[in-house]
């Protein structure tokens, strides 16, 4: 669902080098790769390494969804932050900003699905504006490389929210496709929750798309400098 609108926008077309299956197409003329990682920051680390090892990368961008701790946070807004945090490690990382708007607080990487009201403010206490499970991994390995890194992710859903809980992320399999035969069981179990998880999808998909727009728009300003030929 997040790779959806980069492939609509760029044309992008399945391609393959070795073993590496991803996306290729150009933005601006300029050559573009691009892959799906999966849920979570090893499948996030895996994913990126994967591609790093098939084509020659010279920046990377992260697209896709997150979730705000602002309970009134628009959605589809765009979160540009100043640093990505692993939860796991504490270990902080430094985007390089493409953004038009000033970068602001920090992105919250984590494997855990974050629902206490007591964790998420002491979260938002301490600067922390959204949360997303895959950034902190992609940042340590272009890091490790010494490839430049940007992250353009969009609200698909706040904290106040309490639609998403665990029995919902259980519908979504670590690569990020759907379980349609979990989704079915739910539906029967909380016929009441049709509307909501409509809106939820609705949500995300414009959050996705309008994370890619950032992206796009921000990449072509760059290419335009001349210093720059990927976006992942």
């Known amino acids: 669902m997040e790779l959806a609108p980069l492939r609509r926008r760029l044309s992008l077309r399945r391609t393959r080098s070795g073993s590496c299956g991803f996306f290729a197409g150009s933005l601006a003329g ?11 920051r090893l499948l996030a680390t895996r994913g990126l390494e994967d ?6 990368v010279e920046r990377v961008v992260v697209v896709g969804i997150t979730g705000a701790l602002g ?56 600067g922390v504006v959204a949360i997303d499970m895959e950034t902190a991994g992609i940042a340590e390995a272009c890091e490790g490389r010494n490839i430049p890194w940007s992250v353009f992710r969009a609200v698909s859903d706040r904290a106040s ?8 992320f259980a519908l979504v399999n670590a690569d990020g496709s759907y379980r349609p035969g979990a989704i079915a069981a739910y539906f029967v179990r909380h016929p009441g929750r049709v509307p909501a998880m409509l809106r939820m999808s609705n949500d995300a998909k414009l ?19 001349g210093t720059a030929s990927q976006v992942d």
């Open 30 to 40: 300029r050559p573009v790769a691009a892959t799906a990682t999966g849920m979570g």
């Open 51 to 56: 591609l790093l090892g098939a084509v020659q």
């Open 71 to 126: 309970s009134d946070t628009a959605i589809g807004s765009l979160v540009d932050p100043e640093v990505v945090v692993d939860a796991a490690t504490g270990v902080a990382f430094h985007p390089e900003h493409l953004g038009e708007d000033d970068p602001f607080g920090k992105l919250w990487t984590t494997d855990e699905l974050v629902t206490d009201r007591a964790d998420l403010a002491r979260l938002q206490a301490d």
């Open 161 to 168: 929210d309490v639609s998403l809980d665990d029995e919902v």
């Open 207 to 225: 959050a996705a798309a309008n994370a890619a727009s950032a992206a796009i728009c921000a990449v072509e300003r760059l290419f335009q400098t």
